[in-house]
């Protein structure tokens, strides 16, 4: 069963803001202690953290990212969004969404393929 479900955007052009949702149909993204997390992996590199949003709505982000990041979330539709502004190449990535329970990962989703290109 899916657990978690990434939107497509695929190319991305350079200066612009990246938006990606992620649809969760197996469980309320308000349920206590569960944690919803945005990471990528360039290619050729290791996986890299770009932040959370908690069950209560509260946000962290990776500091060397911060000043560009955004998650928020639609209760009503159990999603939560990633926006990430003045994308650039180096911005280019597999974008995974996933569900935390404290420090564990418990569940990805299958990641998207994100391209930022002129």
């Known amino acids: 069963q899916v657990q978690l479900q990434e939107s497509d955007p695929g190319l991305v052009k350079p200066s612009q803001t990246l938006s990606l949702t992620c649809t969760v149909p197996?469980?309320?993204?308000?349920?206590?202690?569960?944690?919803w997390s945005w990471s990528r992996q360039p290619p050729g590199k290791g996986l890299e953290w770009i932040g959370f949003?908690?069950?209560?709505?509260?946000?962290y982000y990776s500091p060397s990212l911060k000043s560009r990041t955004s998650i928020s979330r639609d209760t009503s539709k159990n999603q939560f969004t990633l926006q990430l502004s003045s994308v650039t190449p180096e911005d280019t990535a597999v974008y995974y969404c996933?569900?935390?329970?404290?420090?564990?990962?418990?569940?990805w989703g299958q990641g998207t393929q994100v391209t930022v290109s002129s």
């Open positions: 949003l908690t069950y209560s709505g509260s946000t």
């Open positions: 197996v469980c309320s993204i308000t349920t206590n202690y569960y944690y």
């Open positions: 996933a569900r935390d329970e404290g420090t564990t990962t418990v569940a």
